[in-house]
């Protein structure tokens, strides 16, 4: 249910990272 919270945590870490 919380598949969506969990992936947009991951995109914000890898557009971090990307940073």
Known sequence: ???I???AEF???KER???
């Open 5 to 7: 919270l969990r992936k």
């Open 1 to 3: 249910v919380y598949d």
């Open 11 to 13: 995109f914000k870490e």
């Open 17 to 19: 990272t990307l940073s």
